[in-house]
């Protein structure tokens, strides 16, 4: 097993699985996505395991998201982009574990978590956020899309911020991401290393109702988050350009809004692949229809093995993470060229 992730059983019958990856912000690669898979299918089993403990290493980072390095690198030819195809169900798979577990997960979601950290803390139990917190699906930036269930989870907030966190990736802090229903409560980064003892070291074996004793092990420690002032702050924004039907409209409206706040978003979106927000933008859109977590992560399948194919994928990320500050040369130069029949495409079996 991969020391990027430390797996152990405490005597007291905890779980604790450790993404240990700190300088890459504990990034999921292919290895880490296997080795945490394995375990909790192996910990269904052992009947003095009573909860599992999801964290990160480090202050920065729960979880950064996937590698995308090791996707872009497995680009070159039809065997690797098969690798990154099975890398990424193989991702999906293993947050439906989760969601799916029989015994209570906690995440620790202190610090950045974004994308693959978000599948993985999504469907946990109990999902801890401190000030540290920094949660985003920033997929578009790298010209992929939301994935990781999101289809399905930034529908359960109003169309109009799900569909602007989604094209956007906007990064919200503790208090937006319990109003938006990805967190659950929230403790002071000084207290989760309490918080984290008091889990450990509590005897769990012989505990009745493990969930209801979990949760009074939070409360104790919990305080009332932040007030969501990011999502507040541009609530008639969102509301006004992200209604939309179609994004060419959201875009013409966004350029028509002279207020800095819609240049700034507009500008942001003028830089990304637009082929990616189409797909994005129909993808949120069919989402609404899903009726559960586990459907979104099916069509994420599908999707992401379409844009392992995709060329927009490997220059955004290129630009970004790789030649880092380079121009991207995209298929498309505006929304306004990209077809139906191409954003269809990404969809179809």
């Not at 394995?38 to 480090?58: I, N, P, Q, S, Y």
């Not at 989760?98 to 610090?111: E, F, H, Q, V």
């Not at 993985?120 to 899309?145: C, H, N």
Request: hydrophobic share 40%.
């Amino acid at each position: 097993m991969t020391t990027d992730v430390q797996v152990y059983v405490t005597k007291t019958g905890v779980g604790v699985i450790t993404l240990n990856r700190e300088k890459a912000l504990n990034s999921l690669s292919s290895r880490m996505v296997k080795a945490i898979n394995e375990t909790l299918h192996a910990w269904k089993a052992l009947d003095d395991l009573m909860l599992v403990l999801l964290e990160g290493a480090g202050e920065k980072a729960f979880c950064a998201g996937g590698d995308i390095k090791e996707l872009y690198y497995n680009g070159n030819n039809h065997e690797g982009r098969a690798k990154s195809i099975a890398f990424l169900e193989l991702e999906y798979d293993t947050d439906q574990l989760i969601s799916d577990y029989p015994k209570p997960i906690i995440a620790m979601m202190d610090g950045i978590v974004m994308g693959g950290g978000v599948g993985l803390s999504y469907g946990a139990d109990f999902r801890i956020v401190t000030e540290k917190t920094k949660w985003a699906m920033p997929e578009t930036a790298i010209s992929f899309f939301p994935d990781v269930g999101a289809g399905y989870f930034l529908n359960q907030v109003s169309e109009s911020i799900g569909m602007y966190m989604g094209l956007v990736g906007e990064t919200i802090q503790a208090g937006d991401a319990i109003a938006v229903g990805v967190a659950d409560q929230y403790v002071q980064s000084e207290d989760i290393c309490k918080l984290r003892e008091t889990l450990i070291d509590s005897e769990w074996r012989n505990v009745n109702d493990v969930q209801t004793s979990i949760d009074e092990c939070i409360q104790k420690l919990s305080v009332p988050a932040p007030k969501s002032e990011q999502l507040n702050h541009l609530a008639s924004i969102i509301k006004k350009h992200f209604s939309h039907s179609s994004l060419t409209d959201v875009m013409e409206s966004l350029r028509e809004d002279s207020s800095s706040d819609a240049q700034t978003i507009y500008k942001k979106l003028q830089n990304r692949s637009p082929l990616s927000l189409h797909v994005t933008f129909a993808h949120l859109k069919n989402g609404r229809n899903l009726s559960s977590f586990e459907d979104a992560l099916e069509i994420d399948k599908h999707v992401a093995s379409s844009f392992m194919e995709c060329q927009d994928f490997y220059e955004g990320v290129r630009c970004l993470l790789v030649d880092k500050g380079a121009q991207p040369a995209f298929e498309y130069q505006s929304v306004q060229e990209v077809s139906t029949e191409t954003v269809r495409s990404f969809f179809e079996k």
